[in-house]
């Protein structure tokens, strides 16, 4: 079973060594936990110490304000753009949106249907064979499901899940927490999820890792502190937070 670096100082050692390779990751946590950074680290990370070239799918932001934010890391994602490094697809989720989400009585004809996930699925594998790509990062499944309609989510997600599956490539893929008292649909449809924690402890804020599942790996079950700094995320596998059991509730509503 081959591994896949995180590309996170002390993850790895979490998780007997990496992701599982060709395995979809879900990486969740609320506004600011750092999915994006943590995202963007995995890809940079691959191409510049792995030779793993990589395909960013942008959906939440515009490609150029994440490569701003991204350089306050030290990460110039355009150099590994114009080496074939990193492929940037945007995916507008407005114009996405408005594609998918058609009334039914609406005239037949005007549904140029141009994007739908399949679409979206079929530019990511052309990106990947064109720079022969080993990670993908999808930033973020949300929108996707937003825009796909209650009804269908769970076929939609679990269509593009098995999709990605059969790309040869690792997959991580953020997720927003929409309801702190249930797991999301890909959460139960990935083979791994790695939760983003912050938490409020007396007046200051613990920002805290947990991976919640990692399919044929015996993980850590324990949540570990990490820290955003100049270089990205860190994680310190020999520190545990303890949360007790009401401050940990505390959190989850005031979300
Ligand atoms: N240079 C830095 N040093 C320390 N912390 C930073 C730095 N840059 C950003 N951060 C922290 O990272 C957070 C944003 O990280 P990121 O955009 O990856 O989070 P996110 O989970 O993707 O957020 P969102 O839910 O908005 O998409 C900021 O809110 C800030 O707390
Ligand atoms: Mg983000």
Known sequence: ???????IPGL???????????????????????KTTFG???????????????????MEETPSRMIRDMWRFGWDI??????????????????????????????????????NIGDIFKQIQTEVEAVKAKRVFIDSITSIKLSSGERDVRQIVSEFIKNLEF???????????????????????????IKLHIFR?????????????????KHDETLHPYDIQEKGIIVHPGETVMIDEVSLLGTAGAK
């Open 167 to 193: 790309l040869d490539c690792t997959t991580l893929m953020t997720s927003e927490i929409q309801d702190a008292q249930e797991f999301s649909v890909e959460e139960y449809l990935s083979s791994g999820v």
């Open 40 to 58: 963007i680290q995995y890809l940079v990370g691959g191409a510049m110490n792995y030779n793993e070239p990589g395909v960013l799918v942008v």
């Open 78 to 115: 355009e150099r590994l753009i114009s080496q074939k490094k990193i492929k940037i697809i945007y995916a507008d989720p407005f114009k996405y949106t408005k594609f998918v989400k058609i009334p039914d009585s609406s005239p037949i004809g005007i549904v140029a249907a141009t994007k």
């Open 1 to 7: 079973m081959g591994k896949v670096k995180t590309a």
């Open 201 to 217: 402890v007396g007046g200051s804020r613990v920002r805290a890792i947990e991976i919640l599942k990692m399919r044929g790996v």
């Open 12 to 34: 790895d050692e979490l998780i007997e060594g990496g992701y599982v390779e060709n395995d979809v990751i879900i990486v969740t946590g609320g506004p600011g936990a750092g």
